[in-house]
């Protein structure tokens, strides 16, 4: 007696576990993506308060608060883009894409890899190698956090302000 193989040939079960797991992708990363921005305000606000209340020079707080402000803002509009489409692993991967590279501007704004950013950096890193294994989705966003990290270079030294007088 021959060997039984799924109707449609050997290939069949195998493109069909494939439709599975890509369906399954799709419906993480839209869940995700909906989600995000209420995820992130909360962080995003803790992180720029924790910056002030470390001593951070007002203007570097500024600029971080508007970055992180930007960041929220272009993860709501996504959201409400997507709140009757479903995602695709190419949206997903260029959404962590642009993540990446927006938190790039962040720890540049905020000393470099001395920021307090820099752990932040690698969220969509490991978001991606969730979704996508060691897949070609998990590559771009690894592969901008390495870029990132080694042109950044070691973390600069801040001029300390020298104290001012008060006049009596």
Same mark, same amino acid.
């Given at each position: 007696?021959?060997?039984?193989? =799924? %109707?449609?040939?050997?290939?069949?079960? +195998?493109?069909?576990?494939?439709?599975?797991?890509?369906?399954?992708?799709?419906?993480?990363? $839209?869940?995700?993506?909906?989600?995000?921005?209420?995820?992130?305000?909360?962080?995003?606000? *803790?992180?720029?308060?924790?910056?002030?209340?470390?001593?951070?020079?007002?203007?570097?707080?500024?600029?971080? /608060? *508007?970055?992180?402000?930007?960041?929220?803002? *272009?993860?709501?509009?996504?959201?409400?883009?997507?709140?009757?489409?479903?995602?695709?692993?190419?949206?997903?991967?260029?959404?962590?894409?642009?993540?990446?590279?927006?938190?790039?501007? /962040?720890?540049?704004?905020?000393?470099?890899?001395?920021?307090?950013?820099?752990?932040?950096?690698?969220?969509?890193?490991? $978001?991606?190698? +969730?979704?996508?294994?060691?897949?070609?989705?998990?590559?771009?966003?690894? *592969?901008?956090? %390495?870029?990132?990290?080694?042109?950044?270079?070691?973390?600069?030294?801040?001029?300390?302000?020298? =104290?001012?007088?008060?006049? +009596?």
């Amino acid at each position: 007696m021959a060997d039984r193989q =799924p %109707v449609g040939g050997p290939d069949s079960a +195998a493109r069909d576990d494939e439709q599975v797991a890509e369906r399954g992708t799709r419906a993480a990363a $839209t869940s995700f993506l909906r989600w995000r921005p209420v995820i992130v305000a909360p962080v995003a606000a *803790a992180n720029l308060a924790l910056f002030v209340a470390s001593g951070a020079d007002s203007s570097d707080a500024k600029r971080l /608060g *508007a970055g992180l402000a930007v960041m929220t803002s *272009a993860f709501t509009l996504e959201s409400l883009a997507l709140r009757r489409r479903e995602v695709t692993t190419r949206w997903l991967s260029l959404s962590l894409l642009a993540t990446t590279l927006g938190l790039a501007v /962040g720890m540049y704004i905020t000393g470099g890899v001395g920021s307090p950013i820099l752990p932040l950096l690698f969220a969509p890193t490991v $978001t991606a190698f +969730a979704a996508f294994g060691q897949g070609h989705g998990s590559v771009y966003p690894l *592969a901008a956090s %390495v870029i990132v990290l080694v042109h950044m270079g070691p973390p600069m030294p801040r001029p300390r302000r020298k =104290p001012t007088r008060t006049s +009596a």
